[in-house]
Structures are given as structure tokens and as C-alpha cells.
């Protein structure tokens, strides 16, 4: 089985700004993997090119083995996407929405409906299904993105934020969701800004930064990359800070005395914490009470995506204007169908214009 996602060296330049930078990322078939970055990383574009959304600048990206752009048809057919900004289509019954998106991907009418009563009970909003899109809560909203996003009965589920602004019940509902799809074999892309969501969800998560790939690990990994702290007290305060600080081991990174506590920064305080103590009471002090606190992923992911200075990364790339015949005219979207942020193309790339793309947010 080919990855769900494979990407070589993939870069997106709208005009002069570089906004995916030689992004090389696999996520194997039926896992469930998260992107994590910060405003702006890039991460959007990346799934916007996956699906035929946004037109790359350089390199690959297949997807289940189908070129995204040369194969576009067989690649898009393989995704579900519920994207970030609503992006449906205001006039119809929901239920004539999902069928809608089931014909663009040549299911028959009588299945179509089938299929889209099964995915509204699925999210919990089958009572509504004559209702329009304009009539649901936010949260009604949420879940009809995800229904349109399962009607094709897709092998690569795209979720981009999709639980930004909801309340936390319905969080816990799309959480079982997904993990449930995710168990029956379906793959999942996940982006998020939720640390909290992709430990708990995602088998491996990679960490973006202004158009780069920073890291690719599992939840675990990425905590054991990060510092512990181990917080003594002592019985009764050191008489001068320094020696306590200088004496110990080069496992500590770092140590703060304060009056009679002590702060020790260490890679593991697990297995740190024994060798602290038996210093401590080898120099003389008596220990009153030990704390290990664990470097949350959220630290780590801050951490790793800090930047010192903020100025976009520029390429010397030609300005989106100057798009040649095949390629995008404007990629700026023009707020016709919902004041999407998503970068569009206007055409496929066989130059067949794609009605199911105005639908997702084209203008
Ligand atoms: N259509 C566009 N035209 C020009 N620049 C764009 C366009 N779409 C995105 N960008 C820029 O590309 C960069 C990456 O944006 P993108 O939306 O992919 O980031 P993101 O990681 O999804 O951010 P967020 O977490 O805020 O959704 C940003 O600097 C953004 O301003």
C-alpha cells in the first residue's frame, strides 16, 4: 500500500512569499497523524495542494500513490476535507448539500441519499437535514462539515481545525468520531492548534514552521525531548546559593536556589531525581519535600517554533501575476463563497473548470 500522503520536496510561493518550503512528509496509510504550527506555518497550504486547491510551485505530493495534479481525479476521490472556514453552499436543504458532493464524485443519486441520511446520523444532526446550512448552531455547522467530508466514504480524512471554537462537548464527540473512522481503517490528517488534541489523537505529529518541517515524531517522543523540572525544598535554606548550584552533576542543566527551595532543570527527572537527592544530602542538607513536574508538549511545541525574528521567509520566485496560461490566474479568493482564506486555483489541471472546487471555497 502506497503512503496516504507523500510529499518530496514541496513548495508553494504565492508571489514572493515561500509558504511551503521543500516540505518532505509521508503519513502512511491508516495512521493518524497531526500538523501542529503556528499562525501562518503553512499548514492550509499543504492540505490546499493535496487537494488540487492550490496549484504547488516545485516538487511532489501524492496521495495514495496519485499525483495530485497529473492524477487529480484519483487523488481527490481518496480525500474527505473538512476544511477551516465554512465553505457550503447557503441555499439548499443540508441533505442536498452531501448529495451534491457525492455526485461531483460520480456516486449515483438514490446512493448519494443513502449515503448522506447514514453520514448525518453519523454526526448527529440527521434531524436537521432539511434544514439550511445558514439555520445551524456553529457547532450543527462543525459536524456538516465533517458529514460532507464522509459522504464520498473517503480512505484519507482531512480535518483542518476542526474543533476551533467549539464547545467541549462537541469536541469529545468529534474526538470519538474520528478515532472511531481512524480505527476502521481510515487515514487522518489533523491539524490543530489544540497540543491537547494531537497527544491524545495522533499516532505521530509534525511540527511546522514558516513553510519547514521542524519535526516528525510521536506525542511521547517529542515530550522526551524536553527538559523536566525538579523542585526540592530543603529544611532549611543553603548559606550561599552558588555552592548548591555548582556542585551538582552536569546532568543539571540549569539550578535556581530561592530561599530554601531549589529548582533543577534535567533532561529526565525520573531517573535524575535519586542522583539529585544523594548530592544533596552528601553536601549536608536535609530534604523536606521533592516535585517533578514534566515539560508539557505544549512547552516543547512553543519552544521549537519560537522565532527570534518574525520576518517571513522570502524566495526569489516570480509574483503570482505573472502565472503562466495553466496556472492559477489569481489566487486570491475573492469572498464569493464564504470569505474563504484558502489560496484557489481556477482551473483543474487539465484546464476543465471543477465545480466541486467552487463549492469548497474556488472562486
Ligand atoms: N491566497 C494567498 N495569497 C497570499 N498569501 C497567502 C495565501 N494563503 C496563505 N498565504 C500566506 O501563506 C502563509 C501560510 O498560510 P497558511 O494559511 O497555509 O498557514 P496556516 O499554518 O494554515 O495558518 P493558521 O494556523 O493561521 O490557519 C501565510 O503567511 C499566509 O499569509
Not at 32 to 48: D, Q, R, V, W
Request: net charge negative; proline share 4%; charged share 30%.
Amino acid at each position: 500500500m502506497p503512503p496516504a500522503i507523500d510529499t518530496v520536496d514541496l513548495v508553494k510561493d504565492y508571489g514572493d512569499l515561500r509558504a511551503l518550503n521543500e516540505l518532505s512528509l509521508t503519513v502512511e496509510s491508516g495512521e493518524f497523524f497531526g500538523l501542529l504550527g503556528p499562525n501562518g506555518a503553512g499548514k492550509t497550504t499543504f492540505i490546499n495542494t493535496l487537494v488540487g486547491l492550490v496549484r504547488k510551485s516545485g516538487g511532489e505530493a501524492r496521495v495514495f500513490g496519485h499525483d495530485v495534479e497529473d492524477d487529480y481525479r484519483q487523488a481527490r476521490d481518496a480525500i474527505g476535507l473538512a476544511p477551516q472556514e465554512f465553505n457550503v453552499d447557503r441555499f439548499f436543504p443540508i441533505k442536498e448539500v452531501l448529495m451534491h458532493k457525492a455526485g461531483y464524485h460520480g456516486i449515483s443519486e438514490d446512493e448519494a441519499a443513502e449515503r448522506a441520511d447514514e453520514v448525518l446520523k453519523r454526526v448527529g444532526i440527521y434531524d436537521k437535514r432539511n434544514e439550511r446550512f445558514d439555520w445551524l448552531s456553529g457547532g450543527m455547522k462543525r459536524r456538516l462539515l465533517l458529514a460532507r467530508a464522509l459522504v464520498t466514504e473517503p480512505d484519507l480524512l482531512i480535518l483542518d481545525e476542526p474543533t476551533a471554537g467549539v464547545d467541549v462537548q462537541l469536541r469529545h464527540d468529534l474526538w470519538d468520531l474520528v478515532t472511531e473512522l481512524n480505527d476502521e481503517g481510515t487515514t487522518i490528517l489533523l491539524t490543530t492548534h489544540y497540543i491537547e488534541e494531537a497527544e491524545r489523537l495522533c499516532d505521530r505529529v509534525a511540527i511546522m514552521n514558516e513553510g519547514h518541517k521542524v519535526t516528525v515524531a510521536t506525542p511521547d517522543e517529542l515530550k522526551q525531548r524536553g527538559t523536566d523540572t525538579v523542585d526540592v525544598r530543603l529544611e532549611s535554606p543553603p548559606d550561599t546559593e552558588a555552592t548548591v548550584a555548582d556542585d551538582l552533576g552536569a546532568y543539571a542543566h540549569d539550578a535556581t536556589v530561592t530561599g530554601d527551595r531549589l529548582e533543577v532543570r534535567v533532561d529526565d527527572g525520573g531517573s535524575t531525581a535519586p542522583q539529585l537527592l544523594s548530592e544533596l544530602e552528601t553536601m549536608g542538607y536535609e530534604i523536606a519535600d521533592l516535585e517533578i513536574s514534566r515539560t508539557s508538549l505544549e512547552e516543547i511545541f512553543v519552544d521549537m517554533t519560537r522565532q527570534d525574528d518574525r520576518s517571513v521567509t522570502r524566495s526569489d520566485a516570480p509574483s503570482a501575476a505573472t502565472d503562466t496560461a495553466d496556472g492559477p490566474k489569481s489566487e486570491r479568493n475573492d469572498g464569493r463563497t464564504g470569505g474563504t482564506q484558502e489560496a484557489v486555483t481556477d482551473r483543474e489541471p487539465d484546464g476543465e473548470y471543477d465545480s466541486e472546487r467552487e463549492q469548497e471555497g474556488v472562486a
